[in-house]
């Protein structure tokens, strides 16, 4: 009488099975790899903007500093010690150091090709050289001094506030105006490349 011995069956993947595995697998990582990318865009983007506004904070305290150390009207009898136009400003400020008498600089800054710059001449007590200096600047050319404040700036706004009444003055002119109000406030609005909205900041001029 003949034995039979059961044959075992080995059991595993088809390769049709292999085939879906493989595709849905594939799915997943093509799915995970734009959630990722999306994520990584996002970060990116965020951080440039932060950068932005860090370095548009950074331009405001300077102008800032500025603007407290403006010198008095009477300072200057024939001279605004402010003048304000279109992507530009102009002021005298004071200067302080220890064991130095206080002279007075011109300082400026500028808006070109989007880079917010600014520049400050030599310290001087004789009004004369302020004078020229003043004038030098006038002429509104870039040049070796200038120092980067922050890239990437679409557009500069500048407005002061006088105390007569007349509120907000848009810019163009000397500020001082015939009457003899003073400007007391200065508002600065820097509009920064792809933000959709523009950074406005308001400073105090002179010792208030």
């Not at 004071?94 to 989007?114: C, E, I, K």
Request: aromatic share 6%; charged share 20%; net charge positive.
């Amino acid at each position: 009488m003949k034995t039979t011995i059961p044959i075992k069956r080995k059991y595993g993947f088809t390769l049709v099975e292999l085939l879906v595995a493989v595709s849905v697998m594939a799915i997943i990582a093509m799915l995970g790899w734009r959630g990722l990318d999306v994520i990584i865009r996002a970060r990116n983007s965020l951080t440039g903007e932060l950068e932005k506004a860090h370095g548009v904070q950074l331009a405001f305290a300077q102008m800032e500093s500025d603007c407290e150390h403006l010198i008095s009207y009477s300072t200057l009898p024939n001279r605004a010690p402010l003048v304000v136009a279109q992507n530009r400003l102009v002021l005298v400020r004071n200067v302080f150091a220890d064991n130095q008498p206080s002279r007075v600089q011109v300082v400026a800054y500028h808006l070109r090709d989007g880079v917010l710059s600014r520049r400050e001449s030599a310290a001087t007590r004789d009004l004369a050289t302020l004078d020229a200096l003043w004038q030098a600047e006038a002429a509104d050319v870039a040049n070796s001094r200038d120092v980067v404040l922050q890239t990437g700036v679409a557009g500069m706004g500048v407005r002061v506030w006088l105390s007569d009444g007349t509120g907000w003055r848009q810019p163009g002119i000397d500020v001082a105006p015939s009457g003899g109000a003073t400007p007391t406030g200065l508002e600065v609005l820097l509009q920064v490349q792809g933000a959709a909205r523009g950074m406005t900041k308001v400073f105090l001029l002179g010792a208030q």
